[in-house]
């Protein structure tokens, strides 16, 4: 059946609904496009959404709450500053787990250097009655340090991820790029050279 001319329907189109555009909602590939062009809130959407697995992870590597914050802070803050480094060759979720682990790594080598530092306060009397022990303690530090100096650098990272960061092998084959076969090599390796060299010390 013909409509009769002149009276033709008219098709309704769906106009874009009005109002502020609902960031929140936009999944990652969006913000993270928005967020490339200089969308400053896109860019705000991601890291408020990341934020808290950010957080658990940077608490889970980092036993410490304030260097888990430290690490998580500047994690977000390496998300702002090379969100356009990102390719999207792998999910933002996995690319963001790797600045986390980074940055998790940089704060535990600051504060390992820094414990192993010879502070002023390391001269004083100890508050716990224990000077000799203290001074035992940061005596071994630097035995380890100088031990860790004279193996092979590959394996003295992965020692360092593993026994004094607390990092999982999965964790370590991320932040150092290479299987995790080959980490729990390095890790066996550099372990018995350490322990064949502070032998060598006692």
Known sequence: MQLPRGRRRQISQSSRPEGPLAYARLSDPILVKRA???????????????APRVEKLAGHLLRDPEDARDAAQEALAKLCMKIRQFRGESQFATWLHRLTINACRDVGNR????????????????????????????????????????????????????????????????????????????????????????????
């Open 111 to 202: 504060q390992r250097a820094r414990a192993c530092e010879p502070l002023l306060e390391d001269r004083r009397a100890a508050t716990d009655g224990d000077p000799a022990g203290e001074a035992d303690r940061a005596e071994l530090r630097g035995e380890l340090n100088r031990c860790l100096a004279e193996i092979a650098p590959e394996q003295a990272r992965v020692v360092v991820l593993k026994d004094a960061l607390g990092f999982s092998f999965e964790e370590i084959s991320v932040a150092a790029d290479m299987p995790v076969g080959t980490a729990k090599c390095y890790a066996h390796r550099g372990r018995s050279r350490l322990r064949d060299k502070l032998s060598d010390v006692a």
């Open 36 to 50: 490339k062009d200089g969308d400053a809130r896109a860019l705000e959407a991601l890291c408020e959404r990341h």
